[in-house]
């Protein structure tokens, strides 16, 4: 089962926008995990945030945590069309991966 | 340093069939997970090998089985193909015991089956 849901589910944007998407979870988490994919491709890590931070930033990225409201978002600050991918949260360790249903966005040069 | 590899990368069956995936994790890297994505879905946890051992599993039939080498290496077995088990099969490795709390992906190998 998915963990949780995604949204939006898609989003079209200029190249230069900035693109915000949220994800909520179901259970309680010892950290939040956002990924990229390509073209149905294999996932590529971004960024982890632990259950004790409410922001983190890498690069053009950042990602908030709201554990109360089982929530998170990643905002991608001057999008460019190689932004243009899948982005799903995910939950989970070592053990055991859990995503979300992501969200397809598409950056237009 | 090579990452998770995987191979074939596209694979045609038809129903009834039996199919071997296989995967390479990356260097340093003991255990490994493999996940089935449908079309247009998140990835869903089929299971996980650490030691040759299945340690867990999601909510898949008991026609999904794996297998892991010695060399750390790991096949998914699936028999008796459904037309719905076309998706994306993607393999992912770590080191176990939560050293590092993300998991490395593999390109996928997608599947159709007929």
């Known amino acids: 089962s998915q963990q949780g849901e995604e949204d939006p589910q898609a989003l079209s944007i200029q190249e230069g926008e900035n693109a915000t998407m949220n994800c909520s979870y179901k259970?309680?988490?010892?950290?939040l995990q956002w990924y990229r994919q390509n073209s149905g491709r294999g996932l590529v890590h971004l960024i982890l945030?632990?259950?004790?931070?409410r922001e983190k930033h890498s690069g053009r990225l950042r990602v908030t945590l709201d554990t109360s409201k089982k929530s998170s978002s990643l905002l991608i600050t001057a999008s460019r069309a190689a932004d243009t991918a899948s982005y799903f949260c995910a939950t989970g360790g070592y053990q055991k991966v859990t995503f979300g249903t992501g969200t397809k966005l598409q950056v237009i040069p | 340093d090579a990452g998770v590899t995987q191979s074939p990368t596209h694979l045609i069956k038809t129903r009834g069939q039996q199919v071997t995936l296989r995967c390479s994790p990356k260097s340093g890297h003991d255990t490994v997970s493999w996940y089935q994505q449908a079309l247009g879905q998140g990835p869903q946890f089929i299971f996980q090998?650490?030691?040759?051992?299945?340690?867990q599993r999601g909510n898949f039939p008991d026609r999904f089985s794996g297998h892991q080498f010695p060399n750390y290496s790991s096949e998914l077995n699936v028999n008796a193909l459904l037309l719905g088990d076309s998706a994306l099969y993607l393999c992912a490795s770590t080191p176990w015991g939560g050293a590092q709390e993300t998991q490395y992906f593999g390109p996928g190998t997608r599947l159709l089956v007929l």
């Open positions: 945030i632990r259950s004790n931070e």
């Open positions: 090998y650490y030691e040759e051992e299945e340690r």
């Open positions: 259970t309680s988490i010892n950290n």
